[in-house]
C-alpha cells in the first residue's frame, strides 16, 4: 500500500537527505503536494526548528518505538500499541503547539511525517543533525 512506498523510501532517503538551511527557508507546500519523501523533508525540518521541539520529537519516536517493541515481543495486549503511538504524537505536539507555534504536519501529510520523525530521530541520534542547529545568517 501506499504507507509501505512512503516508509521504504524514507528509509532511503535518511542516507542522503541532508537538507541545507536554503532549501528549508525555501520549502513550501506545493499546490500538487509533495510527490517524494526527499521534497517534504525540508519542509518538515521547517516545521521543526525549534531545538525543543525536536528533541521532544526525538524522545516521542524513540521510545514509543521501544514500547511498541516490547507490546509486539511480549504477551501484552496487542491494542497497548495505541498508547504507544498516543505518548509519540503527545510529546511532539507539545512541541508544535507550545515551542514551535504552528500545526504539525501530521495533520496534512501523515505518512510524510512520520516517516520524517523517524529520519529526524535517526540523523539526530546519529549526529548527522543537531537538536539546536540554526540558519546561517
Known amino acids: 500500500g501506499p504507507s509501505f512506498l512512503v516508509v521504504r523510501e524514507a528509509i532511503t532517503a535518511a542516507s542522503y537527505c541532508n537538507a541545507t538551511f536554503d532549501a528549508i ?12 519523501f526527499s521534497d517534504f523533508y525540508p519542509y518538515y525540518l521547517g516545521e521543526h526548528m525549534h531545538p525543543v521541539t525536536r528533541a521532544l520529537h526525538v524522545f516521542g519516536t524513540l521510545i514509543s518505538s521501544v514500547f511498541a517493541i516490547v507490546i509486539l515481543t511480549t504477551s501484552l495486549p496487542w491494542y497497548y ?4 503511538l498516543a505518548f ?17 504536519a501530521t495533520f496534512k501529510h501523515p505518512f510524510y511525517s512520520f516517516a520524517g ?21
Not at 81 to 84: E, H, K, N
Not at 88 to 104: C, D
Open 25 to 36: 527557508a525555501e520549502a513550501s507546500v506545493p499546490i500538487e503536494g509533495f510527490k517524494t
Open 88 to 104: 509519540g504524537y503527545l510529546n511532539a505536539w507539545i512541541g508544535h503547539f507550545f515551542f514551535e507555534k504552528n500545526k504539525p
Open 117 to 137: 520523525d523517524f529520519v529526524m530521530m535517526f540523523q539526530v541520534l546519529t549526529g548527522a543533525r543537531q537538536l539546536d542547529e540554526r540558519p546561517k545568517k
Open 81 to 84: 500499541i495505541f498508547f504507544a
